[in-house]
């Protein structure tokens, strides 16, 4: 998958790559990119906190499977039937 972060006042686009991307989720200048991990053999997933650019700030492996996903200024929640995982 093909993610573009575009500044709209410099009209700059940066471009990044993200195999098997599940979900996006933003809140002002930052996103978290979701994918599943396909090189582990149980249901890993992948979070990636991203700036407005595209560069990642933070990432963290989480082995719920993200079926609804918030998120504000300061935190992520992110539930699937039984669990509610919150960063």
Not at 41 to 48: M, N, Y
Not at 55 to 83: G, Y
Request: net charge negative; charged share 25%; aromatic share 12%.
């Amino acid at each position: 998958m093909c993610i573009i972060f575009w500044d709209t006042t410099i009209n700059e686009k940066h471009v990044k790559y993200m195999k098997r991307l599940q979900k996006i989720v933003a809140f002002e200048e930052y996103c978290f990119l979701i994918a599943k991990l396909d090189d582990t053999p149980s249901d890993q997933w992948l979070l990636v906190l991203c700036n407005a650019v595209g560069c990642p700030v933070d990432s963290k492996t989480i082995s719920i499977e993200p079926k609804a996903v918030a998120m504000n200024r300061t935190h992520l929640i992110i539930c699937d039937d039984e669990v509610v995982y919150y960063w």
